[in-house]
Nanobody, 112 residues
Framework: EVQLVESGGVLVQPGGSLRLSCAAS????????MYWVRQGPGQEFEWVSS????????AYADSVKGRFTISRDNAKNTLYLQMNSLKTEDTAMYYC?????RGQGTQVTVSS
């Protein structure tokens, strides 16, 4: 059974930093592209970032480019999202995703 479990979401002040984690199990993690997506209050899902199975290729939405960094540890079957210079508009539920599966999400709130 595929499982994706996100953690690390908290309340943080604007300009702050946060690292999200996603523990993956039930599939061959190092063979899969992985994604972070988010859904803000009353908004549609928004793609945030992608990373290839070997971690060598990454991509970012323009809204987070230069502030967020996606990475993975294939030995630990874990995906990460380092979030710096957070803005209030980054407030959202953040989800870890692979083709065909999405985790339950972790809430990030950016507020003073």
């Amino acid at each position: 059974e595929v499982q994706l479990v996100e953690s690390g979401g908290v309340l943080v002040q604007p300009g702050g930093s946060l690292r999200l984690s996603c523990a993956a199990s039930g599939f061959k993690f190092n063979s899969e592209w992985m994604y972070w997506v988010r859904q803000g209050p009353g908004q549609e899902f928004e793609w945030v970032s992608s990373i290839s199975g070997d971690g060598g290729t990454t991509a970012y939405a323009d809204s987070v480019k230069g502030r967020f960094t996606i990475s993975r540890d294939n030995a630990k079957n874990t995906l990460y999202l380092q979030m710096n210079s957070l803005k209030t508009e980054d407030t959202a539920m953040y989800y870890c995703q692979k083709n065909g599966a999405r985790g339950q999400g972790t809430q990030v709130t950016v507020s003073s």
